[in-house]
Each structure stands twice: as structure tokens, then as C-alpha cells.
């Protein structure tokens, strides 16, 4: 009987010291290991055998590990690669990442930290084959639509990285639930995954509730606890409404994501912490960024990979799928017999604009079942807030056909960020024709910073 192959590390490196202390690092968890001295070399090992990891340095003889790490995910997509970077070279890491390098060590190694991101690699390649598949009782993100296809396709490619993402879209279209998928297909998905909203902390316990602290720290300290942050050792820290984090704590988080560790308050040292940071939230950071309300090296470091997760009225077709799911689940929760819906209640739903996105098709739903007599869920029972936005002709099947989907712009009763989107327009467009197209002067006229005003106009599709 043939005994399993050991899973092999390549190391692409000039120094052999390094390779040395690497090698019988990794021999100890029972890894094989080659290695190769530059560019050329490591192509050309990758080419002829399969690697369960690449751990490449930065700075090669014959070019750059960036380089490295691009060519891999074009040649050998399914091979996790990490980089080697030098102390304190965030920029490099964050290039590293973006470019979807799997992980980041810097020098001189911290071996503990080196095993852990090796051991997460190995897993990862484990989970080649079930990876993507997740279990019959989670979620799921529902729909057909290119748009939900495209973020499920997104979904799966930013679980096989550590690279931290920041998530973005309206309140209600599922942000912790796009969160949980890229935990629960990634590497540590057998980790805790430890959910944070930002905004519901109070500002004064927010460093007690995120870093923990010591006995005596403080007035009402009469014990040890651990924060948030260590609870979710090993797995993720999902940080939703990261916008309403206070200043002082936007500095503490930057230091957990660059150096991975922590200080509970009264602890004399940092502690080491191993976590995956995902962020959301429904405001635009940038514009923060702009009005000095967010830093903009910590906005860098959690906008790695950002994915941003369409409202529900972007993808109507969807809407007969979701609602019959949500029905299922409604009526099995409550106890109820399943509902059906009256192709006018369809229709209506498919039509309607949806301001509170998912979140509000289920308040809808629930709704419809407790109001709802006959069992069959008529428009009445929908009791919308608003009447349905102009939409195409929908078929029997639920399908638009021939017409242009409604934008909100066009409803009598069009959302509130679209119609001071629009006051907003019309008044930057006044004051760029008042000073002649004269930016600093607009902005000031406007009462706004220069930079502020660039990004709206960019934003608003002025330019």
C-alpha cells in the first residue's frame, strides 16, 4: 500500500542560511521542502511538479517576489504563495496581497508566526477539493443573476487569501452573511468567527470590549477578561459599521493588522494574535477619508480587497427565488403552513424598489404570513411602504423583458441618498460654472477641502 505523499513547501530564496532555518522549521510539522535561489528557478520547479505552498522572498537576484506572486496566480492559481518581506514594509505586503498572495512574514522570522501561516496554507490546499462547498444548514447567497454570480465567484477567491477585505454596500443586503462565506470556505473555517458591530459599543468600553484588559486597570476591573479580538484567535474578526470607530481606536486597529498583536489595557506587553480582519459598512470611507474622520493608512490596510455587495434592486431577478426561500424558512420558524403568493403579490414584489434591500423582503414576508387569512399572500398583505417603481414588463415566470430596469432617480418616491445625490450634483455643478471650472475656488465657494470636492466629483460622475 503507497503512503501518502508529505505535503511540499517550495522556498525561493538567495539566502541559504534562511532556507536552512525554514526547512527544518517545516520538517518538524512533517513537510518536505525544495527550494530554489531566484526567479528562473522557482518557474521552473513550479512547472515541473505540483507545490502544496510557495514561500517566497521579496528581493531576488533576477527580480522581485511581486513578480513571483503574479506569475503564479496566472500559471498556478491553485498554489497559495507567501511573501517574505522586510520588517516594517507594509507597503510591500499590501502589494503582495493585492496581487493575491495567500499570506506575509516579515524578517527576521518569528517561526511561531511562520508555522501558523504555513499550517493555514496546507489546510487550504487540504480543502481544495471541498473548499468551495459549504454546509447544508449555513446560508447562502441566493440568486442567479450575473451580479450574485459574480460575487459568489469573488466570494471563493477571497477565502484563499489572509489578505483582510473590507465589504461594502446598503444597509440590509447581507454584509455579514458575504463575511461569513469567505470564513466558512477559507482556511479557518474551523476557527471562531467573532462578529463586531462597531457602532453599538459605547465609545469609553470599546478598547475594554475589542483588546480586553488586566485586573485593576481600571475602576469596576475586578477581573482578567479577554477581548474580542482573542476570542477570535486563529479565525476571524469581523468588524461591521468599522466607519463609526473612534479615532483613537482607528490607531489601535492599524497596529493589530500591521503587527499582529495586541495590548489589553494594563498589560505591560503586546500580545501576539492571529486573526483575519473583514470590515463593513454602508457609508463611503473614502469620502471619510477626505474629511479627516477616517485615517487614511488604516482605510489602505482593511480596503485590501474590497467587495461590494449589489442592493437588491440591481438584481430583481432574483426576487422570486428569495422570496420563496424566505417563505420556507418564515413558515418553518413560525409554525405556519407554507404560504403561496398570488402572481399580483409577485409582481408587486419584483417591482417594488426596496430600500432596506434583503433585510426588508423578509420583514415584508413575515409580515405577509401573520396578515395573510387564506394562506395565499395577496399585495394587500405586502402592505409596501411606497408604490412600485415603473418597472419592465414582467412575464409569468418572474423574467423582466424588453424594458430598461427603473433606476430610483426616476420614482416620484425615489430613496433619500439618490435624491440628495442629486441636490449634491446640481450644487457642485454651480459652483464649478460660477468660478469657471476652477476647483480650489469651487471647493471653497462650497465650503468643502479641495481633496473633499475631487472625490465627490469623481464619485457623482461629474468629469
Known sequence: MDTPSKPTVLIVDDEPDLIELVSLTLSRMNLATDSAADLAGARAKL???????????MRLPDGDGLDLVAWIQQQHADVPVAVITAHGNVESAVRALKLGAFDFVSKPLDLGVLRKLVAKAIKLTDRRGSAASIPAHEPRLLGHSPGM??????????????????????????????????????????????????????????ESELF??????????????????????????????????????????????????????????????????????????????????????????????EIRVPALREH???????????????????????????????????????????RELENILERAIALSVSGVIDVEDLQLRQPPVAAATVTAGGQGVGAERPTSLAAPSAALGDQLETMERAAILKALQQTRYNKTAAAKLLGMSFRALRYRVKKLGIE
Open 149 to 206: 454570480t459574480g460575487l459568489r465567484e469573488l466570494i471563493a477567491r477571497v477565502a484563499r487569501s489572509q489578505a483582510p477585505v473590507h465589504i461594502t454596500g446598503e444597509s440590509g443586503t447581507g454584509k455579514e452573511l458575504v463575511a461569513r462565506l469567505i470564513h466558512e470556505t477559507g482556511a479557518r473555517a474551523d476557527a471562531p468567527f467573532v462578529p463586531v458591530n462597531c457602532g453599538a459599543i459605547p465609545s469609553e468600553l470599546m
Open 47 to 57: 512547472n515541473e511538479r505540483r507545490f502544496d505552498l510557495c514561500l517566497t522572498d
Open 316 to 358: 430583481a431577478e432574483d426576487i422570486p427565488e428569495l422570496a420563496d426561500t424566505m417563505l420556507q424558512r418564515l413558515s418553518a420558524r413560525i409554525g405556519a403552513p407554507l404560504p403561496s403568493a398570488t402572481q399580483q403579490a409577485r409582481l408587486a414584489l419584483q417591482r417594488y424598489s426596496f430600500p432596506g434591500n434583503v
Open 212 to 305: 480586553g484588559h488586566k485586573r485593576g486597570s481600571f475602576t469596576g476591573a475586578i477581573a482578567d477578561k479577554r477581548g474580542l479580538v482573542q476570542s477570535a484567535e486563529g479565525g476571524t474578526l469581523f468588524l461591521d459599521e468599522v466607519a463609526d470607530l473612534p479615532l483613537h481606536m482607528q490607531v489601535k486597529l492599524l497596529r493589530l493588522i500591521q503587527e499582529k498583536t495586541v495590548r489589553p489595557i494594563g498589560e505591560q506587553r503586546e500580545v501576539p494574535v492571529d486573526v483575519r480582519v473583514l470590515s463593513a459598512t454602508h457609508k463611503h470611507l473614502a469620502e471619510l477619508v477626505a474629511l479627516g474622520r477616517f485615517r487614511e493608512d488604516l482605510f489602505y490596510r482593511i480596503n485590501v480587497i
